[in-house]
Structure formats: structure tokens, C-alpha cells
């Protein structure tokens, strides 16, 4: 049994728009005790995902958000250290997928949150990213949501993070001609240096619109959206009739205050929805971990050979969550976060 | 052979916003001459329909228009003049169900944009209505585009039109609880009244979202959309996770020319596509003709039974076209707006 103290970060205010360090407190508790079929696992790594903002709450979301006082919730790898559940031997590493491991150094299982996983195969930082939830959700889009037509345009926006480069490098090992959209001419070198992607371009360049129209010559037939209202129409011009739509995300609303903004762009979308025959679908990947084997099989096989890369930005130290979480949101940051906390 | 003069309905001028009469102009010429394998159709029912405006141009439609001098296109019902081809008789009333007989008098067919139809089934103007394109167009939305759910709630909004109020007679059969949008308490109390809905909702009464609410109290599984932009962000609150949408028109926009006034709702409605798991598809029933004969076969003895309804505005005359179509968009009228020219 286990005395260790168990730092744990608790969500202490509810923010409005961006989050803030102050949102989150430490505190010390002692760690908990593994019960009859339970194991105690000593968290490793800690994701941090745009999902733990909307768990926060205010934010337009129907998601209901956790309690202030409790625990954030998040994925998480740690290692067995005590276990009286036959499943699990002392020195395993797993992966809680569920995100009940949350934000803390301890946590006690059943083992029905938990995968081993093996870090001989991939690192374990892997687990959270290109095959873990942020992996599978790119994947999900792109096999269960959309009708893959491979061979066409696939486009993807915020192609530099976490979800999007895992969308992008998918598409182009399912065949597609891929197209990613990022912020900054460094993200879209990245995109077609680095992670080989046909062609990009620059959201926040003067001419983003000529961009795009010179990395989509025959227009898009896919697109894997992340981002939400702010690219949104401007894409539409571009896409092909019959196009099919998968929205992952809608990174630029979770946080927005101001949403009533600017001029009223939903009459061109419902018009572009009816007159170009396309289909819209949004999906929530924690409706899909059914499919989490199908994925693992068919994605970790590229990412051990490394034809899906990611960028990972690594925080030091449970201690550092606070202050290095919010910056996800300001756009900083890209690929994928986790926190180091052991 | 006919010599009979051929009165010709042509467009002349692109309107901007709202069709007006002289959009047009009624022109005289002889009538075709049906040559090898063709025949000679006498049109006596015109369809007028907002497809018609989207051909007239300046429609934000990536639809090409017709040329201005030609005449205009248009759904028909009409009788064999002449024939030399051995599928039709002399006296056969047909539809001209491609549009291509158009808003004349006479017109030329090799019989591939033909259907013979019998009076004594239906009245004859059902063929353009319930049972022609716009019943189609409903049925459509509601067998290929949605995957139903019977037994949700499905909103149908401009239920009162003429495919509203068939999507949302098909949507009774079909076994949904059905809720109508439209605009008066006439309408509204058509909707109960004569068509048997479950409830309904005047979007123009001050308590339109109090009368909505009331109206799903379950919320929506399923949503006919018609309208466009002015109603739906209003439909989403009560939109269940899952629902899928059917976009079979957006009628609201096809003539407006100030589509970016107001605040802007594209936000909240990318956002409930993600947060809800929505689907939205939009359709051009063209596509789907081949389901013509399926259709027919399903939705005949219904309306035969009359067990769905339609309620037709009768114009008088072709000359009077051009002031009557005008009138559909504007509100006033409801239901399906046929001319008898004959």
C-alpha cells in the first residue's frame, strides 16, 4: 500500500473565454489506496487536450463541466505501482483512455479505464498522441464519419496540431491528395517538409485566399475541420460538389466570448450546403472507443515507422500545468502537449 | 402536323433579389413540328416553383442560368398533340418532369423527359405537386437523405409550402411525430387542422421560440429544412444529440441580396454540429430521378386515399404568369402554385 502525498490539480474558478492560471489550484492529498480487483497507478505523462477546456465550463458547450473543487479530469500513461487486479503486474505501463487517471501524480483503477501499452514499440508519450484519443479522433473522422473517396482533395484546418497533423498524415497514407491549412509560414513549411503533405497554406498570411486557391486546383472533396467559424466559409468556395465535411472540433469557438460578431456568414453556408449537395457531420470520438482496437491496429504499425509524425511540446513538472495549459489557446503552441510529472 | 401559334414565356432581364413582372415578356411563335420518333405536347398545367427563380439568375446559385431570350423552364403537365413514337397515343396527358416542356404553350419531345399519367387516379395537377418534382423532393429528403428514426419528433419548417407540407405528411405516415413551422396563425392552424400535425409554431408571432418549445417537448430528432438561414440557429437548442438535418431548399435566401445583415450565427450552429453530433445534408432532387417509379409506388395510394393533402394555388392563363410567380416570394401565397394555360 502506498503513503506517497498526491499532488492533484483542481479547477478553482470557471473561465470566461481563455483559461488562466488562476483556474487551478495545487493540492496535496495523501494518495489512494488500491482496493479489492483495484491497481494504484503512478501517473507519468499527463495530456493536455482542448477537451479540458470545455470540461471547465463556459464553454458553449453542452458538455457538462466538472465540479469546482475537483479534480481535471485528462488522459494520462503511468505504471502500475501496486496491483491486486490479475490483468496488471506491478511495473506496467499503461494508459488511462478514458481521462479518469486526470490531472495527478496517483490514481486507483478497476482497470476498465486502463490499456497496457508497450514502450517498446512506440514511446509512451505516442499513447497520448498519434495513438491515443488525439490520434483516434483524427482517425474516426476519417474512417467512420467521412465516405473516403481517396484519390481526391482532403482538407484539413489546423493541420499543425495535435488532431490535425494526425488527420493530415492519415488521409495521405489512405490515399489522398492532402492539403493542410496552418498559422504562420513556419507551420506550413513544417506541413510540407516535415510531415509531407501535397500542399498548404497560411490563415494568417494577407493573401490566404490566393493560397488556397493555388494548394487546390480542383477544389476539395473532404474536409477535416478543427477549427470552427473563422475558415469555415472562406473554404467553401473551393469545395466540390458532394463534398463531405467531418467537424472534430471547433477550436476557435470553445474559448470565444464575441461569437455574435462580425457579419452574419450562415446564409452562404446553408447555401452552399443545399446548392453543393454537401454533408456536415460533427462527432464526438468518446462515442467511438469501441473502434480504439481497429484503430491501434491499423495506425501503429505507420507510427512505429515513423510515417506519422508528431510534434510534441513537453511541460516540466505536474507544477507547470497551470501556467503552460492556457497558452494551447492562444496559439503558441503547436502539436500535441503533455506534461512530464514524474 | 400543328400550325397552332406558340405562346412563349422568355426571360428577359436577371432580377436582383425578388423576381418582378418584367423579368419577362410573353412572345408568339409557331409551334414545333414533331419530327421522326417525337411527339407534339400541349402543356395545360405550368408549375411555378423557386427552382424557377434560381434559373432566372443572380440567385447566389452555382446553378447556371438560362439565357436571357430563352424560354423559361418549367415542370408541366400536357396532352399528346401528335405523335410519332410509338410509346405515346394522341390524348395521353403526360408530365414534362425534367422542365424542359417549359412556360409555353407547345413543345417538341423525343419522350425521354416524358411520363403518361391518368386523370383518374389523381386530378391531374397532383402530377405537378404531391406527386410530381415537389412531392419528390419531400420524399427524398425524408428516405434517402435522412436515416429516420420513426417515432422522434420531426420538424418540418415552411411546412405550409408545397414541399413542406408534403415532407410533412410523407414525415405522419412514415410514423414520426411531425411539428410545423410556418408563418400566421392561418397557416399554423392549416398545419393542425387540415393536415393533421402534431403541433406547430408561427415563426412570425412574438412568442415563436415560446410556441417552438412547447411544440418538442421531447426536442427535435429530425429536421426538413426549406428555409435557410432566418430559422435555423433558432431550431438548435432543441435539436437532440444525433439529429440529422435534410437541407432540401433554402428558399429564404435565394433572393435575398443582404445575406451578411445581422449578427452572425455560423458560430453556434458550427459549434451544435460538433457538440450535438449533427448531420447536415443538403440535396438537389434532380440527382435523384432514378427513385422516381420507387417514389410513385410508395406515395400514390396515399394521396389517391387522400391521406395527403396539398393545397393548390391556381393561376389563370399563361399571361398572367408572370405577374402570379413574383408573388411566391414574397409570403403571401401558400402551397403549390400551378397555371392553367390550356
Request: charged share 20%; hydrophobic share 45%.
Amino acid at each position: 500500500m502506498s503513503s506517497h502525498p498526491n499532488r492533484q490539480i483542481i479547477l478553482v474558478a470557471r473561465p470566461n473565454g481563455d483559461p488562466k492560471p488562476s483556474d487551478f489550484e495545487i493540492v496535496e492529498r495523501p494518495a489512494p489506496v488500491a482496493g479489492a480487483g483495484q491497481v494504484l497507478v503512478r501517473n507519468t505523462l499527463v495530456s493536455l487536450d482542448p477537451f479540458n477546456r470545455i470540461l471547465m465550463g463556459n464553454a458553449n458547450s453542452d458538455q457538462a463541466p466538472i465540479e469546482l473543487g475537483d479534480t481535471m479530469f485528462g488522459f494520462t500513461v503511468g505504471i502500475i505501482e501496486h496491483s491486486n487486479n490479475a490483468a496488471f503486474s506491478v511495473g506496467d505501463h499503461v494508459t488511462g483512455f478514458l481521462g479518469t487517471t486526470g490531472w495527478q501524480d496517483f490514481a486507483v483503477s478497476d482497470g476498465s479505464d486502463l490499456r497496457i501499452v508497450d514502450p517498446a514499440i512506440v514511446p509512451l508519450s505516442s499513447y497520448l498522441g498519434t495513438l491515443g484519443v488525439t490520434g483516434l479522433t483524427a482517425w474516426v473522422g476519417l474512417t467512420k464519419i467521412l465516405d473516403p473517396k481517396p484519390g481526391g482533395t482532403l482538407l484539413v484546418t489546423a493541420a499543425a496540431g495535435a488532431v490535425g497533423s494526425a488527420a493530415a498524415q492519415i488521409g495521405k497514407l489512405r490515399g489522398y491528395r492532402v492539403v493542410g491549412v496552418a498559422g504562420g509560414p513556419e507551420k506550413t513549411r513544417h506541413l510540407i517538409d516535415d510531415l509531407g503533405l501535397d500542399a498548404a497554406a497560411d490563415y494568417k498570411a494577407d493573401d490566404f485566399e490566393a493560397q488556397l486557391a493555388r494548394a487546390v486546383p480542383e477544389g476539395i472533396d473532404t474536409i477535416y475541420e478543427n477549427v470552427g467559424a473563422s475558415q469555415f466559409p472562406i473554404l467553401l468556395p473551393h469545395v466540390n460538389i458532394g463534398a463531405q465535411i467531418a467537424v472534430g472540433g471547433v477550436m476557435s469557438q470553445i474559448t470565444t466570448t464575441d461569437g455574435l460578431a462580425g457579419p452574419n456568414r450562415l446564409p452562404e453556408v446553408l447555401r452552399a450546403i443545399f446548392y453543393k449537395d454537401l454533408t456536415v457531420r460533427g462527432f464526438n470520438v468518446t462515442k467511438f472507443y469501441e473502434f480504439y482496437p481497429e484503430f491501434l491496429a491499423d495506425v501503429t504499425p505507420a507510427v512505429a515507422e515513423k510515417k506519422i509524425l508528431s510534434t510534441t511540446h513537453f511541460i516540466d513538472g505536474l507544477e507547470n500545468i497551470p501556467s503552460a495549459f492556457p497558452e494551447m489557446f492562444t496559439g503558441r503552441g503547436a502539436g500535441k502537449m503533455i506534461a512530464k510529472i514524474a
